[in-house]
């Protein structure tokens, strides 16, 4: 089993629509959530932090943590076409894991 | 957001000849420093740890006498592929922990490396 899974995608939206990231984790003891955007060519940006159960929004995103179900999501509203980028999930127990992250598209 | 930076952000080398990139934290400070690989369509492979004043820890299947690491300030941490080969054509990303409050880790803008 990988420490941090989400799916591979690809998650296609269409413009204005609700994007659902998820991503479940194996290590109970982790203590931080993190979301990074990573566009084709580039490296990762970090857009969202979370270290409590609940809900976490900043702006246009909402971050959604359940420690019980070890469970993290990621929740973009009215996505736009520039949001259509690779999103990781990174998981810090005693050190950062991240998953393989999930490919978006938001169509026009 | 913390900010890093990386030099060169693209650099073409010979084979056999070695190649140094830099990373540094621009405005806070890091005791670990992360280096990454990645792959075109593949994830973030995590090479080796650096933390300030000490021997960077190499992930198992990562050469330590092929990729040096220095990390030789609490804003510098350094790569150097030593002897590269074409295998080693790869996007080298480092990433930066904060030292203190937020536990969030910021990454450079990463090198491409071409080995002709």
């Known amino acids: 089993q990988k420490e941090v899974e989400q799916n591979s995608g690809p998650l296609s939206v269409p413009e204005g629509a609700i994007a659902s990231l998820n991503c479940t984790y194996s290590d109970r003891g982790s203590q931080s959530f993190f979301w990074y955007r990573q566009y084709s060519g580039k490296s990762p940006e970090l857009i969202m932090s979370i270290y409590s159960n609940g809900d976490k929004e900043d702006g246009r995103f909402t971050a959604q943590l359940n420690k019980a179900s070890q469970y993290v999501s990621l929740l973009i509203r009215d996505s736009q076409p520039s949001d259509s980028a690779t999103y990781l999930c990174a998981v810090r127990g005693n050190d950062m894991r991240f998953g393989a992250g999930t490919r978006l598209t938001v169509k026009p | 957001g913390a900010v890093v930076s990386q030099h060169p952000s693209w650099v073409i080398c010979k084979s056999g000849t070695s190649v140094k990139i830099e990373c540094r934290s621009l405005d806070f400070q890091a005791t670990t420093m992360f280096w990454y690989r990645q792959f075109p369509k593949q994830s973030l492979m995590l090479m080796a740890t650096s933390n300030e004043g000490s021997k960077a820890t190499y992930e198992q299947g990562v050469e330590k006498d092929k990729f040096l690491i220095n990390h030789a300030s609490l804003t510098l941490s350094t790569l150097t592929v030593t002897s590269a080969h074409p295998e080693d054509s790869s996007f080298y990303i480092c990433?930066?922990?904060?030292?203190?409050?937020?536990?969030?880790?910021?990454f450079g803008p990463g090198t491409r490396l071409t080995v002709t």
């Open positions: 990433s930066a922990r904060v030292a203190s409050g937020s536990d969030e880790q910021y």
